[in-house]
């Protein structure tokens, strides 16, 4: 079955830029959308953004401009970046991959990679 | 944008008791409404999607249902795994709802 792994630095420096690798393996990227959701302490989900196999992108508005997701279906990986951090930006980050009537909800996760952000 | 709210907070119940969770849109989410399950230190699980369908491999004691703007997500009895934290999410904006926690009586 399909499966997925987040990796990346666990420590960020505010203002600097976050990046995130995930590896999906036992399936193909291609016809799915792939997507970030972020979890902070304590706290609720919040979707960042999916990215389709073709490249195509859709994001949160709250974080677009801070944001860029890219694929690279040769190696089974998507990825995220996300710039100008803060320490509202730490989270675990989940990479999951999307499915449904208009790919909206989320059927299978990376088991998550906590990211903290601080000097 | 659309809104969700949960309730309760918490539910407090004892293994084999019915457990009723609630998911409210600020605005009709045409039954485009899933659950997650999800336990400390791991991600989240897919329950529900479009309002009632059970996702693959989930026990016949999860039951979803409503329309418009109130859905419900029902655990018939309660099975000592099931004590965890359920989320519902919707279609508009993606968003998810703040979770409702399932913690052991």
Do not use: M
């Amino acid at each position: 079955q399909v499966q997925l792994q987040e990796s990346g630095p666990g420590l960020v420096r505010p203002a600097e830029t976050l990046s995130l690798t995930c590896t999906v393996s036992g399936g193909s990227l291609e016809t799915y959308y792939w997507s970030w959701i972020r979890q902070s302490p304590g706290k609720t989900l919040e979707w960042i953004g999916s990215i389709y196999s073709s490249g195509s992108t859709i994001y949160n508005s709250s974080l677009k401009s801070r944001l860029t997701l890219t694929i690279d279906s040769s190696k089974s990986q998507f990825s995220l970046r996300l710039n100008s951090v803060t320490a509202s930006d730490t989270a675990v980050y989940f990479c999951a991959r999307n499915s449904g009537s208009g790919s909206y909800f989320f059927d299978v996760w990376g088991q998550g990679s906590l990211v903290t952000v601080s000097s | 944008e659309i809104v969700l709210t949960q309730s309760p907070d918490t539910l407090s119940l004892s293994p084999g008791e019915r457990a009723i969770l609630s998911c409210r849109a600020s605005q009709s989410v045409s039954g485009y409404l899933v659950w997650y399950q999800q336990k400390p230190g791991q991600a989240p699980r897919l329950l529900i999607y479009d309002t009632y369908n059970r996702a693959a491999g989930i026990p016949a004691r999860f039951t979803g249902s409503g329309s418009g703007t109130d859905y419900t997500l029902t655990i018939s009895s309660l099975e000592p795994e099931d004590f965890a934290v359920y989320y519902c999410q919707q279609r508009n904006n993606w968003s998810f709802g703040p979770g409702t926690k399932v913690d052991i009586k």
